[in-house]
């Protein structure tokens, strides 16, 4: 029997998380900003200048680290409390980890690259492909005058593309949902890399409509409140991730529950901080 995302369950029980850990998933995300710089300066002096070693450099930090998130809601939903050293032991799985980050993002190449090839015009493949070789020089960035310059020709250039950067952009969103959940089978149910993307990948795609029209709702929400001078800057840096991650969690415990899950609070009690 196919595993069914509850859109109501998902959202109660994201918003109930995400504010109930907000304390503790503002302390991570400066953690993990401070982690990712630090990671990427080293992956920079020891890549010999090749980006493939530096991605999978990070690759390796990152795949553990932002599953970090998850690792608090988890903890705060079945225990109830949160202990923030959970948010690291993501570490305990990296290679599983890892290797659903590389094969996601290897499949997420073929289908820009090779999809991209047959949607987008030559032209915008080259200057894509410009564009790439520039990115991957690191005094690129710091040459404002030449980054405005070639991303101005990309921007001018999808521009006259714009049926095949939707098709293109639907098929890379479709991609992403089929691989929002491996991870939790790896960590949460002790799944090998083979069985955790058979079932994750299999709830991702019995369940498209439900898990587009949710993630579709919370980016209008976090979008909104951007929009408010107060929030905007900080909702921005430290909490638009957690908010996102808040609800993917949500919809796989609605899926996948726990027997022994504490007790979820009602919406009266979801953003009590106490």
């Known amino acids: 029997m196919s595993q069914k995302i509850s859109f109501s369950q998902s959202m109660t029980l994201g918003f109930n998380l995400f504010g109930k850990t907000l304390g503790w998933q503002i302390l991570f995300m400066i953690l993990f900003f401070i982690i990712l710089i630090i990671a990427s300066l080293i992956s920079g002096l020891v890549s010999f200048g090749m980006p493939f070693v530096s991605q999978v450099i990070l690759g390796i930090v990152l ?75 690191p005094t690129f960035f710091q040459n404002s005058e030449l980054m405005s310059a070639y991303s101005e020709e990309l921007i001018n250039q999808l521009q006259n593309d714009v049926t095949g950067l939707g098709i293109l952009g639907i098929l890379s969103i479709v991609v992403s949902i089929l691989f929002m959940f491996p991870s939790y089978y790896v960590v949460f149910k002790n799944e090998s890399v083979g069985g955790a993307l058979s079932r994750g990948v299999k709830l991702g795609l019995n369940n498209l409509p439900i898990i587009f029209i949710t993630l579709l709702v919370v980016m209008i929400i976090g979008i909104v409140v951007m929009l408010i001078p107060i929030l905007n800057i900080l909702f921005a840096i430290l909490m638009f991730v957690p908010f996102i991650m808040s609800f993917v969690y949500a919809m796989f415990r609605s899926a996948e529950p726990n027997d022994n899950d504490a007790p979820t609070e009602g919406m009266e009690e979801i953003l009590d901080m106490d």
């Open 63 to 137: 795949a553990p680290l932002v599953f970090g998130f998850a690792l608090l809601y988890n903890d705060k939903h079945t225990t109830g409390q949160v202990d923030f050293g959970v948010s690291f032991s993501g570490f305990k799985k990296t290679g599983p980890l890892f290797l659903i980050y590389l094969i996601q993002q290897i499949l997420s190449g073929v289908v820009f690259l090779g999809l991209g090839y047959l949607l987008l015009s030559e032209s915008t493949m080259t200057t894509f492909s410009e564009f790439m070789d520039q990115a991957n020089d």
